[in-house]
């Protein structure tokens, strides 16, 4: 879309500079403007016409008489030749650094513009930002079980993992944010993919069944519950809605990961650490 209105800005750049030059043009090589043609053609009357007559009988009148004497058109003879100048045939050198300046500043500023209006269009439903499809839940579950790894969605930048039902009355008491209930109670818990610490991307350690960050040696165990390192908490959850059997993660809104000291699944490492 951004594209799209950049080169419709720039286009119209062009058309407004082409115009401006032709104006400039025809002002600049003597060529009369429809108004003044009009009124020269309004002030030519008859009375013009018969003066001018007129002064023409009198004048022939005088050199029959012989009191004057006819004006002899001499011949033109060979004109010389000279070179042409360049500027007269073309376009000058200073015409072209107008219209190179001019446009050189149209292009920037068309490319100025759709950017500007590329970064403030409205998101649409599908970005991240707005609300993301990750697709069926039984499908998720089946892929997380063949794996035994979260399911990666990149669109939302967020990690799917299982959550035990046998724990969703724990993470209720825990204080768990509303909007992310309906994944749990559905058996999913969707984290963000950004360490709490410092903002690295963790990532998933295969071995020990946890997240673990390689920047500062945070760990968090299935559910994003921290466990280990400087992070200030768990992992930051999504809110999720469950409708028709489907996971839909909104990036809209965050929720801060879980305070230091929730443990509402007991989760230990279940191999050895990745870092
Ligand atoms: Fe993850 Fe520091 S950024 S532990």
């Known amino acids: ?40 053609a309004s002030r030519r009357s008859d009375a013009d016409e018969a003066e001018g007559r007129e002064r023409a009988d009198d004048t022939r009148a005088e050199i029959e008489r012989g009191e004057a004497t006819p004006a002899v058109r001499q011949p033109a003879g060979v004109a010389r030749w000279e070179p042409v100048d ?16 001019l446009g050189a500043v149209g292009l920037g500023l068309a490319s100025f513009g759709g950017a500007a209006l590329g970064f403030i269009w409205p998101i649409g439903g599908g970005g991240f930002g707005g609300k993301i ?52 109670e559905a058996g999913l818990i969707t984290l963000s993919q950004r360490c709490p610490h410092l903002g690295c991307r963790v990532p998933w350690c295969q071995t020990s069944q946890w997240f673990e960050c390689p920047c500062h040696g945070s760990k968090y165990n299935r ?21 028709g059997g489907v996971l839909t993660i909104d990036t809209g809104v965050e929720y801060p990961g879980m305070p230091i000291g929730t443990d509402t699944t007991e989760q230990k490492p279940e191999g050895p650490s990745c870092i």
């Open 1 to 40: 879309m951004a594209i799209a209105i950049a080169i419709l800005a720039i286009l119209v750049v062009a058309v407004v500079t082409l115009l401006l030059t032709a104006n400039r043009r025809r002002a600049t090589t003597g060529e009369l403007s429809r108004e003044t043609r009009e009124r020269d």
């Open 86 to 101: 360049e500027e007269e045939i073309g376009v000058s050198r200073r015409q072209f650094l107008n219209r190179a300046i």
């Open 133 to 184: 499809r990750a697709g069926s839940i039984d499908e998720l579950l089946g892929k997380i079980a063949e794996t035994h790894a979260p399911v990666y969605v990149p669109e939302a930048r967020a990690y799917v993992n299982p959550y035990p039902s046998s724990a969703v009355a724990a993470a209720e008491a825990a204080g768990y944010p509303s909007a992310a209930m309906p994944g749990l």
């Open 223 to 243: 559910v994003g519950e921290k466990r280990d390192g400087p992070a200030p908490r768990g992992m930051t959850l999504w809110g999720v809605t469950t409708d």
